[in-house]
């Protein structure tokens, strides 16, 4: 009987992958993306205990500076799951913004969105997704490696809402 090559390396131990293979996608470099059969600028995903702070603090002001908001209160479509309407407005937004706090972790839709738009991200290698951090949230498994926007409502920073603005780039222009 054959015994079976060892994946180990005699020599040290370890057998290594070939220089030139790139197997971690974290490495890859991210396109932004471009938009072009977006229908939403920003698609927000969030508990609805937070929905008073979402509104007072993003919505409004990211409709009043011209982008196109996927509002789930307004854009989902009646008679599908919610489900598919998660999946299709997040694939038809540029962008995602997760706003995180104690009640987003408790939310099975959020931590499906969160799957979700993870999932898409390192499929496409593209950087859509920005994280705020509300109040004492903290960051899931899946996005402790970006760097985030914490907010603290007590102390807004002007600044903030602006790197989000420029993150988000030009608004997509609604078709006449």
């Not at 927000?44 to 196109?68: C, K, M, N, R, W």
């Not at 859509?128 to 509300?134: D, K, N």
Request: net charge neutral; glycine share 4%.
């Amino acid at each position: 009987m054959k015994r079976r090559q060892s994946s180990k390396n005699r020599s040290n131990g370890y057998r290594f992958l070939p220089k030139k293979t790139n197997c971690n996608p974290w490495l890859e470099p991210r396109r932004e993306p471009d938009g072009s059969n977006c229908q939403y600028d920003v698609f927000l995903s969030f508990a609805d205990e937070d929905l008073p702070f979402v509104e007072t603090h993003i919505y409004h002001q990211l409709e009043e500076s011209g982008f196109q908001v996927c509002w789930h209160h307004r854009d989902f479509l009646p008679g599908y799951s919610i489900i598919e309407n998660i999946k299709n407005s997040i694939d038809r937004s540029r962008r995602v913004l997760f706003v995180l706090s104690e009640h987003f972790h408790r939310s099975e839709y959020c931590l499906f969105e969160l799957r979700y738009s993870c999932e898409k991200m390192l499929a496409s290698h593209t950087q859509f997704v920005i994280p705020l951090v509300l109040h004492q949230g903290s960051l899931p498994r899946e996005l402790d490696h970006m760097t985030y926007w914490k907010f603290d409502p007590q102390k807004p920073d002007p600044r903030h809402f602006e790197s989000f603005i420029k993150t988000l780039g030009s608004p997509i222009q609604p078709e006449s």
